[in-house]
């Protein structure tokens, strides 16, 4: 009885995720989002376009969670032991990408789900990399990710995509480490960006 009261008053005391990890002895963290390169409205000139689905990006395990990855060599996979992104590290990538794309006047609507049956096109992505490598006493931050855009009415692939970035720390602290991830995911954002204009049919360099 001692030890189910105790459980409760801890549950209770303690909201949520907060009270689960208190519970299994989790440190504290500090949460981190990233920045879009840019959320402000474009105008492109050539106005609804098609409506895009971006899709929640795939990937593998030890990258489906909101902690952070860094890498000590190529075989070993750590996390940061007091830092951890706000979502999951495909979520997060998804609501850059929402929020990016949604800003041009080219889509009649940019969301993570159709606003009826189907969207005109969708992207579907999956996440190769998106941790830091240590390197001395720094690391190298890395994001690849592979990308296509689908033409819902027929399944048609009508591009496909590559993207690799890279940004430099020189600790591997939370105040270097960080600001080289939002760097690196502000580059990659945006090559996505303009690779899904272009496969819409819009000239990027329209865009203002």
């Keep these: 009885m001692r030890l189910t009261a105790l459980f409760l008053a801890l549950t209770v005391a ?52 909101e902690r952070i990855m ?17 979502d999951t590290v495909p979520v997060t990538l998804q609501t850059l990408l929402v929020r990016s794309l949604g800003a041009y006047d080219a889509f009649s609507h940019v969301g993570r789900a159709p606003l009826g049956t189907a969207g005109d096109l969708a992207m579907i992505s999956e996440i190769n990399d998106f941790n830091a490598e240590a390197s001395g006493k720094g690391a190298t931050v890395r994001l690849s990710v592979d990308a296509q855009l689908v033409r819902e009415m027929d399944a048609t692939v009508v591009a496909r995509g590559t993207f690799t970035t890279t940004a430099n720390a020189a600790t591997t602290k939370n105040e270097d480490l960080i600001p080289a991830f939002d760097a690196a995911s502000r580059e990659l954002v945006s090559q996505m960006v303009d690779w899904s204009l272009r496969g819409a049919g819009v000239s990027p360099g329209s865009c203002r």
């Design 14 to 65: 303690l909201p949520g995720c907060a009270a689960l990890r208190a519970l299994e002895g989790e440190p504290k963290r500090d949460v981190f989002e990233l920045r879009p390169p840019s959320d402000q409205a474009r105008q492109c000139g050539r106005k609804h376009v098609a409506e895009l689905v971006i899709e929640e990006p795939k990937t593998r395990g030890t990258l489906a969670s």
């Design 70 to 86: 860094i890498r000590p060599n190529e075989l070993q996979t750590q996390y940061l032991p007091d830092a951890q992104w706000g």
